[in-house]
């Protein structure tokens, strides 16, 4: 949702909806931070749990840039800065999201090291991952205003969900090898999209459609408790 259909919206919501949105948004941060302790606490020095730890820690401080100014707009009202946060947390989260992805492919390698496929993919992961982190910085984002430019927003998008698809594709083509069934990773990822990429370019003109931010949330507390599950296993 562009930061000024949320403003827009600020101002129109029931208490009760704002009161709740703010609460699940408190509770997914202190979930990745938990879950982030569990994971550096109980890693053992095996780099899959490291890097898991530093994947949580990516997405969960990423989003708290967004959220908690969504929540302090939503507890306290729209103040003079709010503008300015909620695109500083959009731009800051573009990227975080987008190192998520690799992060995620180090962890598929750590888990699979045996399982063979074409350099060209994560080449083109992370060629995909850089293309989408530099556009976020041009200025034609419009980050800080009330513009929403489509135009852009799909230059950065395409690259991103190039990256999301090959990621997809890794964890397909694993299935569900060692009995971890990390296959479960493609349904999380591609929902995790499906949900996203209509609030990207729809929310504009239908605001009722950011509603789908908080399944797509849900998706990733799903991949991080994949996470969690393998401790005991790995």
């Known amino acids: 949702m562009s930061n000024s259909k949320a403003i827009e919206k600020q101002e129109t919501m029931p208490r009760g909806m704002?009161?709740?949105?703010?609460v699940f948004d408190i509770a997914y941060l202190i979930y990745d931070l938990v879950a982030a302790i569990i994971?550096?606490?109980q890693a053992n020095g095996r780099p899959v749990f490291l890097l898991y730890g530093?994947?949580?820690l990516c997405l969960?401080?990423?989003d708290a840039f967004h959220l908690l100014p969504r929540?302090?707009?939503h507890l306290f009202g729209v103040q003079d800065d709010t503008q300015r946060k909620l695109g500083m947390g959009t731009a800051i989260t573009s990227v975080t999201m987008t190192v998520f992805y690799v992060l995620l492919y180090f962890i598929w390698r750590q888990i699979f090291p045996t399982i063979e496929v074409s350099p060209a993919v994560p080449a083109l992961i992370?060629?995909?991952a850089a293309v989408r982190i530099v556009i976020c910085f041009f200025p034609q984002n419009d980050w800080f205003s009330n513009k929403e430019n489509l135009r852009w927003s799909l230059y950065r998008n395409v690259p991103f969900a190039?990256?999301?698809?090959l990621v997809i594709a890794l964890f397909a083509i694993s299935g569900n090898a060692g009995g971890y069934g990390l296959w479960r990773m493609c349904v999380a990822i591609a929902l995790s999209f499906g949900f996203y990429l209509p609030v990207t370019f729809l929310a504009k003109h239908k605001p009722a459609v950011g509603a789908l931010m908080l399944p797509k949330t849900v998706m990733y507390m799903w991949i991080i408790w994949m996470g969690l599950s393998l401790?005991?296993?790995?």
């Open 18 to 22: 704002r009161i709740g949105e703010s």
């Open 39 to 41: 994971f550096f606490t």
């Open 54 to 56: 530093a994947l949580t």
């Open 60 to 62: 969960g401080g990423g």
């Open 71 to 73: 929540v302090q707009m």
């Open 126 to 128: 992370f060629l995909t």
């Open 162 to 165: 190039i990256t999301g698809i």
């Open 231 to 234: 401790l005991n296993v790995l």
